[in-house]
C-alpha cells in the first residue's frame, strides 16, 4: 500500500469512526429510527458533536501515537496499561457530560481518587464489566498492530483497564481484528463475508462468539435488514449484542461507507456505538474520501482526528 492510501484509510478508520457516534448519538436508547431522522442530522449545517466513544477513541489514539516509535517496540511499550488506565479516567474527569456508562463512571471516579485500576473495575461488577466500552474505542490499535496476533494482543491490553469481563475483552478483539483486515482489504474489493471473517473467528478464541460471526454470515448471506439483524444479533450496550451488529452492517454494505453507516443506526438500541464501530469498519476500507465530506467537515473532533490519523498511518 502507498503513502496516500495508507493516510486515507487510517483517516477514514478515525472520521468513520467519529462520524457513526455522531450521526448516532441523538438516537441512542431509541427503538426506531427513520432513514429520514439520519439524513436530517447528517445534512444539517452545525457542529457534530461526539459522545464517550470519539472521546476514549482519541484517548487510545494519543497513548499509541507517543509510543509508536519506541524501540524495542513490544506490546507491553506500545500500552502501558497503568497510564491508559488514568488517561480514560482523567477525559471522563473532564467530560462527563460525554454519555458514559454507569459502571465505568464509577471506576473512572474510583481511579482519579487514587483506586488501583485493577480493583476500581470490580467496584460495580465484581465480575467484570460486558459492556462494549473496550470495543467502541479499540479501533486505533488495528493501525498499529503488524499482524493479527499483535491486535489481538493490543485489543486486550486497551480494554482490560475498564473491562474485565470475558465477552468484553472478545467484543474488543472481534472489532480489532476486523478493522485491521479491512485497513489490509484494497478499497476496489467488497469484503466478502465469509472469507473475511475467518481470521475474526480464528482470534476470538471463544465457541460463542465462533457462533455470533457464523449468525452474521448467515444474515449478510441473506441481505438482512436492520431490523431482522436487531430481532436476531441484538443492538443494547452489551459487547455481545452490538459488536456482531456492527460488522454486519458493514458486510451487508462494504464500499458504501453512507450505507453502512444508515445500517447500524437504523437497526436502533446502542445508535452511536453500532455506527462508530461500523463506521470504523467502513471508513477503514474506503478511505477517507469516500465519507460524506459535508458531515466530515462539521466534525468537533477533526483537527485531532486528521493529526492522530497522520501520526499512526
Ligand atoms: N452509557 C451510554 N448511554 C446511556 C446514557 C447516555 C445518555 N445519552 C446521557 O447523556 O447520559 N452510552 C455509552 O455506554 C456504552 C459503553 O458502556 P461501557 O463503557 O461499557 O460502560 P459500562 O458501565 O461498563 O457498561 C454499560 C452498561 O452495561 C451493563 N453492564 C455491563 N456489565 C454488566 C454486568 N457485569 N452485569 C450487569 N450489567 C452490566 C450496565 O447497564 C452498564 O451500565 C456505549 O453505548 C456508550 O455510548
Ligand atoms: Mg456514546
Ligand atoms: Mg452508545
Not at 447528517?42 to 459522545?51: A, C, M, P, S, Y
Not at 470504523?280 to 490519523?309: I, V
Request: glycine content about 8%; charged content about 25%.
Amino acid at each position: 500500500m502507498d503513502d496516500m492510501s495508507r493516510i486515507n484509510k487510517a483517516r477514514g478508520l478515525l472520521f468513520g469512526l467519529a462520524l457513526g457516534d455522531c450521526l448516532g448519538a441523538p438516537f441512542e436508547g431509541r427503538r426506531e429510527v427513520t432513514e429520514t431522522d439520519i439524513v436530517t442530522t447528517r445534512d444539517g449545517t452545525g457542529q457534530l458533536r461526539h459522545t464517550d466513544d470519539t472521546a476514549l477513541t482519541l484517548v487510545l489514539a494519543r497513548h499509541l501515537a507517543h509510543r509508536v516509535g519506541d524501540r524495542p517496540r513490544t506490546t507491553e511499550s506500545l500500552i502501558d496499561v497503568d497510564v491508559l488506565a488514568r488517561e480514560f479516567a482523567e477525559a471522563w474527569r473532564d467530560e462527563p457530560w460525554r454519555g458514559y456508562g454507569g459502571g465505568v463512571t464509577k471506576s473512572f471516579e474510583l481511579i482519579v481518587s487514587g483506586e488501583p485500576w485493577r480493583s476500581a473495575i470490580r467496584a460495580v461488577f465484581p465480575e467484570g464489566s460486558f459492556g462494549n466500552g473496550g470495543a467502541m474505542r479499540v479501533a486505533p490499535v488495528a493501525l498499529v498492530g503488524g499482524d493479527v496476533r499483535e491486535v489481538t494482543e493490543l485489543a486486550r491490553r486497551s480494554t482490560e483497564v475498564t473491562h474485565a469481563h470475558p465477552d468484553a475483552l472478545h467484543g474488543a478483539v472481534c472489532q480489532a481484528v476486523a478493522t485491521h483486515l479491512a485497513l489490509a482489504l484494497p478499497s476496489t474489493e467488497p469484503a466478502r463475508p465469509k472469507e473475511f471473517v475467518r481470521p475474526v473467528r480464528q482470534a476470538v478464541s471463544s465457541t460463542s462468539w465462533e457462533d455470533k460471526i457464523d449468525h452474521v454470515v448467515d444474515l449478510a448471506e441473506r441481505n438482512a435488514d436492520p431490523a431482522e439483524a436487531a430481532a436476531e444479533l441484538g443492538n443494547d450496550v452489551s459487547a455481545t449484542a452490538s459488536v456482531p451488529l456492527a460488522l454486519l452492517a458493514f458486510l451487508r454494505h462494504s464500499g458504501d461507507p453512507d450505507a453502512v453507516l444508515r445500517f447500524a443506526i437504523l437497526a436502533g438500541g446502542d445508535t452511536d456505538t453500532v455506527a462508530a464501530m461500523a463506521g470504523a469498519l467502513a471508513g477503514a476500507h474506503s478511505g477517507y474520501a469516500a465519507l460524506p465530506t459535508h458531515a466530515t467537515a462539521r466534525l468537533e473532533a477533526a483537527k485531532d482526528l486528521h493529526l492522530y490519523a497522520e501520526h499512526l498511518a
